[in-house]
């Protein structure tokens, strides 16, 4: 499967206000509604989007009153909403990629398949690689839409950007020998993220795009 990128705003509103199925005016209140204001989207752009989001299979055209058409959001819609809240592996690398200024990588690393030439994260993918920022997957893939975990995302910026800990991970779930415990030290630290309760800092828990970004403006703002 391809790396998804990241879609655009109006999409991502479209797909928010279909959760509720609903025709173009109501989409407009909604979308105003839910960017709090901040976005007033003209019958021109909502339908034209409407158009392209439709042949993907992202919405279905439920019925058509006359001049109002109704569309309700499909189950690729929904997954791929659900991949917009959540932080995948690719996103967080071109993240960093992007942070460290895109450097061209040097062709040294093997790239995994599943990561496509000419996609959008291709580069940030083999940069990180050669870096050792990066590894692949057991079963040799990258897992480029797989959802980026707390632990991996601490450890990627703890390789990309950290130094050594001067503390002792304490958390309850987060072994001495866990790959991820040194990065969990440097993160709590440094201030780039805190525990999910006061013994348990949720490793495995999936990462969202906002809070993923917030990880990188703490790490940058220590630099």
């Not at 998804?4 to 609903?22: N, V």
């Not at 690398?93 to 959008?120: E, H, I, M, N, Q």
């Not at 990627?156 to 969990?184: E, H, Q």
């Not at 630290?189 to 495995?204: D, K, L, Q």
């Amino acid at each position: 499967m391809a790396a998804q990128a990241p879609m655009t705003e109006a999409t991502y509103y479209i797909l928010l206000a279909l959760m509720k199925p609903g025709h173009g005016y109501g989409m407009m209140q909604r979308i105003k509604e839910l960017s709090g204001g901040r976005i007033e989207m003209g019958p021109g752009t909502l339908y034209g989007v409407l158009t392209r989001m439709n042949k993907e299979g992202l919405i279905t055209l439920t019925s058509e009153e006359g001049r109002r058409k109704n569309y309700a959001i499909t189950e690729e819609g929904k997954n791929a909403l659900h991949l917009e809240y959540s932080c995948t592996r690719a996103q967080i690398v071109t993240f960093l990629w992007r942070a460290a200024g895109s450097p061209a990588p040097k062709g040294t690393a093997k790239v995994p398949a599943d990561v496509l030439p000419g996609s959008y994260c291709y580069d940030a993918v083999a940069w990180a690689l050669e870096n050792g920022i990066i590894n692949g997957l057991a079963d040799g893939t990258f897992g480029v839409n797989n959802t980026c975990t707390r632990g991996q995302s601490v450890t990627f910026l703890y390789r990309a950007m950290g130094t050594a800990p001067t503390t002792v991970n304490g958390f309850t779930d987060v072994a001495a020998d866990s790959f991820c415990a040194d990065a969990v030290a440097w993160a709590v630290e440094n201030g780039v993220t805190n525990g999910t309760s006061a013994t348990t800092f949720s490793p495995n828990n999936g990462c969202t795009r906002a809070q993923i970004v917030t990880f990188l403006y703490r790490a940058y703002q220590g630099k």
